[in-house]
């Protein structure tokens, strides 16, 4: 499985950005799928996630109610927008999509998609 993310980039704080992540081969339209992130000298850390089938989504708390994930039912393509940006947020983002699973994104059984740069100016 390939994960081609797309958006990311510079802003400044309380600004908005919109990631997409697209798989490659059909089968993550039944996987859960998110986001992971990593900042200077940080832990990867969980961002978000969401099943297969969009209905169901979950955050961590530094993001909840800022950021928000979405997916058609079914679909290979992933969405997060990202509002009201922090310079805390500011790292490297990762979209990431369960191996097997359809319900969550295990961190330690998951498809990585190369990182993208999200940096947050104050």
């Known amino acids: 499985v390939q994960l081609q993310a797309s958006g990311g980039g510079l802003v400044k704080a309380g600004g908005f950005l919109r990631f997409s992540c697209a798989g490659s081969d059909g089968h993550t339209s039944s996987l859960a799928m998110g986001w992971f992130r990593q900042a200077p000298g940080k832990e990867r850390e969980f961002v978000s996630d969401?099943?297969?089938?969009?209905?169901?989504?979950y955050y961590a708390d530094s993001v909840k109610g800022r950021f928000t994930i979405s997916r058609d039912s079914g679909s290979e393509v992933v969405f997060l927008q990202m509002d009201n940006l922090k310079p805390e947020d500011t790292a490297v983002y990762f979209c990431v999509a369960d191996r097997f699973s359809g319900v969550r994104v295990r961190p330690g059984s998951a498809h990585w998609g190369q990182g993208t740069q999200v940096t947050v100016s104050s």
């Open positions: 969401v099943d297969w089938s969009g209905s169901h989504a």
